[in-house]
């Protein structure tokens, strides 16, 4: 059974900068495409940027230029570097391994 264990969220003042952390238990991870999604309060779940297999990255509108999505295979871990951080990324941030498991979120809030 794949688990994915988020780390790397806090709080931060308008302009900050955030790196989020996902590690993956299990032998699939290589094979996999990832992705960060979030969802705010009274908000759907919407995406924040996937990561395929040969390293292809999509973000949303919203982020680009802002964030930046990557992964290490050799340690199962992927990671979202947030910077230029506004407060309306305010939201719990979720990791995916496409197909297999979604991990519990970790809290992003930003806020002078």
């Known amino acids: 059974q794949v688990q994915l264990v988020e780390s790397g969220g806090g709080l931060v003042q308008p302009g900050g900068s955030l790196r989020l952390s996902c590690v993956a238990s299990?032998?699939?991870?290589?094979?996999?495409?990832l992705g960060w999604y979030r969802q705010a309060p009274g908000k759907q779940r919407e995406m924040v940027a996937t990561i395929t297999t040969g390293g292809r990255t999509n973000y949303a509108d919203f982020v680009k230029g802002r964030f930046t999505i990557s992964r290490d295979n050799s340690k199962n871990t992927m990671y979202l570097q947030m910077n230029s951080l506004k407060p309306e990324d305010t939201a719990v941030y979720y990791c995916i391994l496409y197909g297999y498991a979604w991990g519990q979120g970790t809290q992003v809030t930003v806020s002078s």
């Open positions: 299990g032998n699939i991870f290589s094979g996999s495409t």
